[in-house]
């Protein structure tokens, strides 16, 4: 499904088409992470620019996608959409793949449509756009045919940077949730307290509420103020609309969305350890069909995923804070079970029984596909080699009832 990048005439007079239809589109100076609301509405942030551009694709911009086949859940056997994105998208921008940057993945849930916020090129010059999925086949989406508005965020980094040269700018906004008719808008400031959270009504009327973030990391020991959340996600814990918060460094906070005040400095409540030398990467809120128990997934760097339950999440007690108490390097916490998802860059859900990855390619790790998995075991069993791959083999779970899966 991949296309080998070439360059020709026609790639680049495609994408010189594109971009002149998208002159007068309000200019995304970046993107990075998204989040629809329950309608039609992307949010896209922007954080060289330091907004959130609010894009209503209502108006043809996006097509059901309930048609094309995401694999056989049965069998726990996914699809790979494609099998090297970024040379996919650089043959659509006439660029060679690695000359593309993914920041972020989202899914319209009722078209199960997928977005992606993508750099064409890379560095301070990189031009910002947003791509779709359409039956197989990346598209660009034309901005300048959405209703749009921006919400400032305020003050942000410019051209600051933190250790290893990284630009502050990039975690300006790290991550964005829609809930009830906000949005909530995670990263750091170019205040003195950097970790700031800020929650924003929608329809935009120029106002955020502000709240700065102190959290007791256990690994260090400490109480910290400047690094941010790195994802997040918000669930409802016995009744109580509540954020579940990854940190780089790397705990698990639980703040109920009551506490966001502005103005305020709020104490998130550590309920869980990831485990030192590893970064939450992606979050995302699931029912396991099978159960119907609610869940909250966190990919990681350098462990394997974790799933906690809403239940757990609701009653885990806060860790231990404060004086005396030592570096914690391992996982603690509140109790997970362990997913076995490596490489995942990107994930989110597109139904209750599929999620899709942007990840490494197993058979080519330089490479990123584009893949589904099957829910609640988020398992692909094409990825591994078993007593079941051969002819006669045991086959307990019957897995070899129906033919090979087939894509046209």
């Known amino acids: 499904m991949s296309h080998l990048f070439k360059t020709s005439s026609a ?6 088409a594109a971009t002149a239809a998208f002159a007068d589109t309000p200019i995304l100076q970046s993107a990075g992470a998204l989040a629809f609301n329950d309608a039609n509405t992307l949010f896209v ?40 994105i970024n040379a996919d998208i650089g043959a659509l921008l006439g660029v060679p793949a690695d000359q593309v940057e ?38 660009l989406v034309d901005l300048t045919k959405a209703n749009h508005s921006t919400q400032d965020l305020g003050a942000l980094p410019a051209n600051e940077t933190i250790e290893f040269d990284r630009p502050l700018y990039q975690l300006a906004i790290t991550d964005i949730d829609y809930y009830n008719d906000e949005i909530f808008v995670a990263g750091v400031s170019n205040e003195e307290f950097d970790s700031t959270l800020r929650r924003i009504s929608y329809p935009f009327d120029g106002t955020a509420e502000t709240s700065k973030i102190e959290i007791w990391h256990a690994v260090h020991a400490q109480w910290e103020t400047r690094a941010p959340i790195i994802t997040q996600t918000i669930v409802e814990l016995e009744g109580e609309a509540t954020m579940i918060a990854l940190y780089g460094c790397t705990p698990v906070v639980r703040i109920p969305l009551a506490d966001l005040e502005d103005g305020k400095q709020v104490r998130g409540e550590m309920i869980a350890e990831l485990g030192y ?32 339950a809403l239940d757990t999440l609701a009653t885990a007690e806060e860790m231990p804070t404060g004086e005396g108490v030592q570096p914690l390097f391992g996982i603690g916490g509140a109790e997970y079970t362990p997913i076995p998802i490596s490489g995942v860059v990107h994930i989110d859900t597109v139904d209750e029984t599929w999620a899709v990855t ?23 069993r094409s990825d591994h080699v078993v007593e079941m791959n051969w002819d006669g083999a045991p086959d307990p779970f019957g897995f070899h009832v129906d033919p090979p899966l087939q894509f046209n």
Do not use: C
Request: charged fraction near 20%.
């Open 102 to 139: 993914i920041n972020d993945m989202v899914v319209h849930k009722p078209s199960k449509q997928i977005f992606l916020s993508v750099h064409r090129g890379l560095g301070p010059d990189a031009e910002a756009l947003i791509v779709k999925v359409n039956q197989g086949k990346i598209e």
């Open 277 to 308: 030398g590893n970064s939450p990467i992606d979050t995302i809120a699931y029912t396991n069909a099978w159960t119907g128990q609610q869940n909250v997934l966190v990919t990681n760097t350098h462990r394997s995923a974790a799933s906690y």
């Open 358 to 380: 942007v990840r490494e390619n197993p058979e080519d790790p330089r490479s990123l596909e584009m893949h589904t998995l099957a829910m609640p075991m988020f398992f692909e």
């Open 45 to 84: 942030g922007d954080g060289r620019a330091g907004v959130v551009h609010a894009f209503d694709l209502g108006d043809g911009q996006i097509a059901d996608q309930s048609a094309y086949a995401l694999g056989r859940a049965k069998t726990f056997e996914g699809r790979t959409i494609f099998e090297n």
């Open 11 to 16: 790639i680049v007079l495609t994408f010189a």
